[in-house]
């Protein structure tokens, strides 16, 4: 069995900075990319951001220059630093990990989804 958690969102005036944390714990062998999605209500879920295990990131080109995805393969956990926040990055951001476990081999395990607000 594979948890993952995510942490961090909230509330912040635009201009402003948030840290969300996301980390995957139980039966896991290896983690190979893990990522950051978001979901504004209406619209589809987008990825914002991903990194594989060896650091290569990607990210949406809304977010280039502001988001900074980063990770801990130690601690399974990785890291989205949201800074210069507008009101449209107002979403549930969701984590996901694609997992190598001792249960179940390669399977895509999503968080439960953490709210960052940005207010005008």
């Known amino acids: 069995q594979v948890q993952v958690v995510e942490s961090g969102g909230g509330l912040v005036q635009a201009g402003g900075s948030l840290r969300l944390s996301c980390r995957a714990s139980?039966?896991?062998?290896?983690?190979?990319?893990m990522g950051w999605f978001r979901q504004a209500p209406g619209k589809q879920r987008e990825l914002v951001a991903s990194i594989t295990s060896s650091g290569s990131t990607n990210y949406a080109d809304s977010v280039k220059g502001r988001f900074t995805i980063s990770r801990e393969n130690a601690k399974n956990t990785v890291y989205l630093q949201m800074n210069s926040l507008k009101p449209e990055d107002t979403a549930v951001y969701y984590c996901?990990?694609?997992?190598?476990?001792?249960?179940?081999?390669?399977?895509?395990?999503w968080g439960q989804g953490t709210q960052v607000t940005v207010s005008s």
């Open positions: 139980g039966s896991i062998l290896s983690i190979n990319a």
């Open positions: 996901r990990a694609d997992v190598d476990a001792i249960t179940t081999r390669w399977y895509a395990y």
